[in-house]
């Protein structure tokens, strides 16, 4: 106990003054407040997620979303974040798992900033979980990893426009393959009632688009069969993240739910050399 709250009083003061900025704003996402606020509202409006069985009594546990511009992967994401808008006075924590493109990342690397900006506003950090997670075997502290990743920022928007204000956000870069280790990480946030779990992942990369088709409908059936072993990044950047919730799925008796699964063939882009992109749900 003296060891946790040591490093609680010492993340309050390392991070007092620290925000972490946009670095994406202008490419991946609008970098005006009005223009983006339009965009991520247009694209909640247009999804479409499949019915569910059955009244969710709950909100989900966790959702599975892209990370690309918005262009390209707006419209999957926003099938997701189109579930947890019902929650949204609900939902007072995020903890938003991404994946690491700029630095290397091994177990899980935290950021020391007590907020994150976007176009939309500063979003609050709960220093608190952050504190208690970095206590954890394999967690640690990378603002490096942070400073331009782009698979948690694209998901803040969404966010900030899917929740009502007051929610902490709790940043992580999964790296490694280390999925117990991972999925032992995430366990005392993992079906807490006002916390979300958002996994961001794209899919696999840079084939033509019969082919992403084919591996992402395979990569699709993998992860609602909850089949996380034969997962690699081939099929997933984001694997790592992934694969835990798969695992934490297993523990818990939970279940995952394909929501959308396109490509940025059918989104945007070129059909010669696309992006995939599947957003699911966690319950």
């Not at 926003?78 to 006075?89: D, E, G, H, K, Q």
């Not at 082919?211 to 997933?236: C, F, K």
Request: with cysteine; charged share 20%.
């Amino acid at each position: 106990m003296w060891l946790r709250h040591t490093l609680r009083e010492h993340w309050k003061v390392v991070s007092m003054t620290r925000i972490r900025p946009p670095a994406l704003a202008g490419t991946f996402y609008p970098a005006d407040p009005e223009a983006l606020a339009r965009t991520v509202d247009g694209l909640l409006a247009a999804a479409r997620p499949p019915q569910a069985t059955g009244t969710p009594t709950r909100p989900p546990v966790a959702v599975i979303a892209p990370h690309a511009g918005y262009v390209y992967s707006g419209p999957v994401a926003a099938t997701a974040y189109a579930l947890v808008r019902p929650w949204a006075a609900q939902i007072r924590r995020v903890v938003l798992v991404g994946v690491p493109h700029r630095a290397p990342v091994r177990g899980l690397a935290l950021s020391s900033a007590a907020a994150w900006a976007t176009p939309l506003g500063h979003v609050e950090v709960d220093t608190e979980a952050c504190a208690a997670m970095a206590t954890l075997p394999g967690v640690v502290v990378d603002d490096r990893a942070h400073a331009e990743e782009h698979s948690l920022e694209v998901h803040v928007p969404f966010l900030q426009r899917s929740l009502d204000g007051g929610w902490q956000l709790v940043p992580v870069i999964a790296g490694g393959n280390g999925t117990a280790q991972i999925a032992d990480a995430l366990t005392p946030w993992w079906g807490k009632e006002d916390t979300l779990v958002v996994v961001s992942t794209d899919l696999s990369h840079y084939h033509p688009l019969h082919e992403a088709r084919a591996i992402d409908l395979a990569t699709a059936e993998a992860v609602v069969a909850l089949q996380w072993a034969g997962l690699g990044g081939e099929q997933a950047c984001g694997v790592s993240g992934v694969r835990a919730a798969m695992e934490l799925c297993l523990r818990h008796g939970q279940r995952v739910r394909l929501l959308d699964l396109r490509t940025s063939g059918d989104t945007a882009g070129p059909e010669d050399r696309v992006v995939g992109y599947g957003s699911f749900e966690i319950r």
